[in-house]
């Protein structure tokens, strides 16, 4: 069980009961009610859980969501090992060299004061029959379970772990010689940029070095962390492999939309069978889903065996380890039936490219609309270059280089392109180059200081959408916080703002250091106020993405889409879009921070489109005029 930490935020009343409003269940408790009601009959003998148990881990609503998914599995007698992710944990610092064992570990922590430990405390694990024990912090636990005659290890480490916690790893690994070992860690290896290469970080090599490579008894590792699904083989001390397994889902649709996995040991055919499998999806109802939903992932790094001769990869410290007759078929394979009984996934909608510029609803209420594109592709978009706005309304034009604060920004910087989102009916768009946020180089367009649209709050809600797409080459340390498009000002000069980040202006459409869409706005309103965000999940790369904001009056709700999908983390009672004075420009490609131009984007920008109302999906770019 990966990553739970949006389940249970998004389960509770502070964020507006948003599962069970939306779908009448909960992702967290369906998976875990799911393995309570098919234990018996799959033969599962235990659950492993990653961490990021919670997302905020001073908010007790959240733990009382976790708290309650749990006890259906103790309910039901279905043992389970837990751990804290850094989520989970006060402080919450990463590992970078050997000198960070110093601080932020479990030997740094008032454990008194950890909420984690209050919830899933050592005597809560305790009553597990297959508990083993607990390092005397608390956060370490093992357990030892039986599965085809055979007795397995699971150890379960918990976020940074001491040099103490590796000294009673150690220990317990030599206290019971003969068990094949399952190493658990929040943290431990990563994925790629290309969202399918393993990739190792310091934190899992340290584990490798003190912890996995000298006890041949480790055959296998889990962690989460990292968005995303990788697979390892390394070679131990005694050349044998050690298999590492990273899953995390919570950036996914829905903050993960209930995914977990289920490992195969067939110890008979000598394999590890592995699916990956959503219990939610197929509860969720029909008029809901979409094609994000999935109930069972079929992609190499989600569904895979691994070819495993147990007993000449256990033999140096089991002897005796042999498997028991086979009495069974595949139990993924009844597992997938069980998840796909009466389901079937939602059919895709094929969507229409646009037959012409032409092609798309052109509705009333629009702001301002700006296409970009006309140019050569390849070649640069000249300096002061107009980019008009369909109402005729609210043109912006390339800004004057290395103004505001800017450093090094060329003209070539930004040039135009024939690439387009293909449900984009405009032919092309304009490419934003050689970006780097802490010179800072960027380049990027603004509204004249007399446009119209500087002073509009849009009151009766709003609908902006904009074709985007991040570059191959995004890195979060030159790209992160980036803005598609922002407003000027400082917030912290609005009436009534009492938030943080005073110095970010009144609106924020950016990407952020983990690749997700942010969308920051101050609400027009009287007395205090706060800026209200809605978060995507991670994007992918160059590729292009339509993402829809829409505010809608009526609902007091403002929804994010990500091609056409919602996302789970949105807003509500966040009314209009504040602004700091009739003066104050739009941009495009760029943001600010303390009045200086920060945070230029990487990536291409196609269309942005900013309408006075909330529009339906039939209204939106990505729609026909016929439609």
Request: proline content about 5%; aromatic content about 10%; charged content about 20%.
């Amino acid at each position: 069980m990966p990553d739970t930490q949006f389940y249970s935020r998004y389960a509770t009343d502070a964020e507006n009961q948003q599962f069970m409003r939306k779908y009448g269940s909960e992702p967290y408790k369906a998976q875990t009610q799911w393995v309570a009601d098919h234990a018996k009959s799959l033969d599962i003998p235990f659950l492993i859980h990653l961490g990021d148990v919670v997302d905020q881990q001073g908010k007790p609503d959240q733990w009382t969501v976790a708290s309650k998914a749990m006890k259906i599995l103790e309910d039901a007698k279905v043992p389970y090992s837990i751990l804290a992710g850094n989520h989970d944990v006060i402080l919450d610092r990463d590992y970078v060299d050997p000198s960070s064992q110093g601080s932020a570990t479990d030997a740094q922590r008032n454990l008194a004061a950890e909420p984690y430990l209050q919830t899933f405390g050592t005597d809560r694990a305790s009553k597990q029959a297959t508990f083993g024990g607990r390092d005397p912090s608390g956060f370490h636990e093992y357990h030892i379970f039986q599965a085809e005659g055979q007795k397995f290890m699971v150890l379960s480490l918990s976020w940074r772990i001491s040099d103490a916690g590796l000294a009673w790893a150690n220990q317990v690994i030599r206290a019971n010689p003969t068990l094949p070992v399952i190493l658990v860690n929040h943290q431990l290896l990563n994925i790629d940029k290309d969202g399918v290469t393993p990739l190792e970080v310091p934190y899992g090599l340290m584990l490798w070095d003190k912890l996995i490579r000298d006890n041949d008894q480790i055959f296998m590792t889990l962690n989460g962390h990292y968005h995303g699904a990788a697979h390892l083989t390394k070679m131990n001390a005694f050349g044998n492999p050690v298999e590492e397994m990273v899953v995390d889902y919570q950036m996914a649709y829905q903050g993960g939309n209930g995914l977990m996995r289920l490992y195969e040991f067939d110890l008979s055919d000598n394999e590890i069978r592995v699916l990956s499998f959503s219990p939610w999806v197929p509860q969720k109802p029909r008029a809901t889903l979409n094609a994000f939903d999935q109930a069972v992932l079929t992609g190499a790094n989600e569904e895979f065996t691994i070819k495993m001769d147990f007993a000449k990869r256990f033999a140096r410290f089991n002897k005796d380890f042999k498997a028991a007759a086979p009495t069974h078929t595949s139990l993924v394979e009844q597992a997938r039936a069980l998840i796909l009984a009466n389901y079937t996934d939602p059919a895709i909608t094929t969507q229409k490219p646009a037959a012409d510029s032409e092609d798309y609803p052109q509705v009333s209420g629009t702001l301002a609309h700006w296409r970009f594109f006309g140019g050569a592709d390849g070649q640069p978009v000249p300096m002061g270059q107009v980019i008009q706005d369909r109402t005729g309304n609210n043109p912006v034009s390339r800004a004057t280089l290395n103004i505001d604060g800017v450093v090094g920004a060329q003209l070539g910087d930004v040039v135009w392109s024939n690439d387009h989102h293909y449900l984009s009916a405009a032919p092309g768009s304009v490419r934003f180059l050689n970006t780097d946020k802490n010179t800072p180089r960027m380049s990027y367009f603004t509204t004249a200081t007399t446009a119209a649209l500087n002073a509009e709050t849009v009151p009766n809600g709003y609908t902006v959408e904009a074709f985007i797409k991040i570059d191959r080459d995004w890195t979060a340390q030159k790209h992160a916080w980036m803005n598609i498009m922002t407003r000027d000002g400082k917030r912290g000069s609005l009436t009534g703002f009492n938030g943080g980040d005073p110095e970010s202006p009144p609106l924020l459409f950016a990407i952020s250091s983990l690749r997700e869409i942010q969308w920051e706005v101050v609400p027009e309103r009287t007395g205090a106020r706060d800026a209200k965000t809605n978060w995507s999940g991670e994007i992918i790369a160059d590729k292009w993405m339509h993402v829809a904001i829409v505010n809608d009056n009526t609902t007091h709700e403002t929804i994010l889409y990500v091609e056409g999908a919602p996302v789970l983390r949105n807003t509500s009672d966040a009314p209009g879009l504040a602004t700091l004075a009739a003066n104050m420009p739009w941009v495009i490609g760029a943001g600010s921070w303390d009045g200086a131009r920060a945070d230029g984007f990487f990536g291409s920008i196609g269309e942005v489109r900013i309408v006075d109302h909330a529009l339906l999906p039939s209204q939106w770019l990505t729609s026909r005029r016929s439609t």
